[in-house]
């Protein structure tokens, strides 16, 4: 059954903190989304890569954030420094080739920053 | 640009009677719309999508969803609530202007199945 992954599931950490966030997507798929949700934002695209490349990264503060996938087989989304804004669940998906297809999330990791 | 909507924030419902969650998007182009299930503590299930064909589409747990296109409406339904259907209820139409399949998600419809 496969699945995306997702570590760590819980974070918490200091403010000023480097943060890291990995995820593995599903063996085949060609894209990943990074999401972020949280109670007063909902669900927020963060960033978005197709075939490791990035597409659209508009949903990330710039100067904090940054998302990478070294290989097809990871994907990395850092906050550096974490403030105590950046608390939420970040969720990583990934989906198949072809537009129809659907996304599938990981469990996400919760992240709080004290 | 393309959007979705669900009106409804909470839907209540008693168990074994039929529910139905509210979705209407806006989209330039052919619709290709998702609805996923969002449980406490977890990521988003993908429950169905409608891409071409019958307007009545068929997915997990016994949960259908009604295209029509006249309305632009993607409702979601099930015929005999569970109290394990409690859950958050996500409506997704495909981006158009993303490539691949990029989706935007409506806000979320909280469904609550009493006894």
């Known amino acids: 059954d496969a699945r995306v992954t997702q570590t760590p599931r819980d974070k918490v950490t200091e403010m000023g903190q480097e943060v890291t966030m990995r995820c593995q997507p599903i063996?085949?798929?060609?894209?990943v989304f990074w999401y972020r949700q949280t109670m007063m934002q909902g669900l927020e695209l963060l960033a978005y890569?197709?075939?490791?490349?990035?597409?659209?990264d508009s949903g990330m503060p710039k100067d904090r954030f940054s998302a990478e996938m070294p290989d097809a087989t990871l994907a990395t989304l850092k906050i550096q420094p974490s403030e105590p804004r950046d608390s939420a669940v970040y969720f990583c998906?990934?989906?198949?080739?072809?537009?129809?297809?659907?996304?599938?999330f990981g469990p996400g990791t919760r992240l709080t920053v004290t | 640009a393309q959007s979705v909507a669900q009106p409804e924030d909470q839907v209540n419902v008693a168990e074994g009677n039929p529910l139905t969650v509210k979705c209407t998007y806006s989209?330039?182009?052919?619709?290709?719309l998702f609805w996923y299930v969002q449980y406490p503590n977890r990521g988003l299930q993908f429950l169905l999508k409608?891409?071409?064909?019958?307007?009545l589409v068929k997915g997990s747990y016994g949960f259908e969803a009604e295209f029509n296109k006249s309305q632009t409406s993607f409702h979601l339904k099930k015929p005999s609530a569970l109290v394990s259907d409690s859950a958050l209820y996500f409506c997704?139409?495909?981006?158009?202007?993303?490539?691949?399949?990029?989706?935007?998600f409506g806000t979320g419809t909280q469904l609550k199945v009493e006894l």
């Open positions: 998906a990934s989906g198949g080739q072809g537009i129809s297809h659907e996304q599938y």
């Open positions: 063996l085949g798929h060609n894209t």
């Open positions: 890569f197709r075939n490791r490349a990035p597409l659209d």
């Open positions: 989209v330039s182009g052919n619709p290709y």
């Open positions: 409608y891409i071409t064909g019958d307007n």
């Open positions: 997704a139409v495909r981006d158009p202007q993303g490539g691949g399949n990029k989706l935007t």
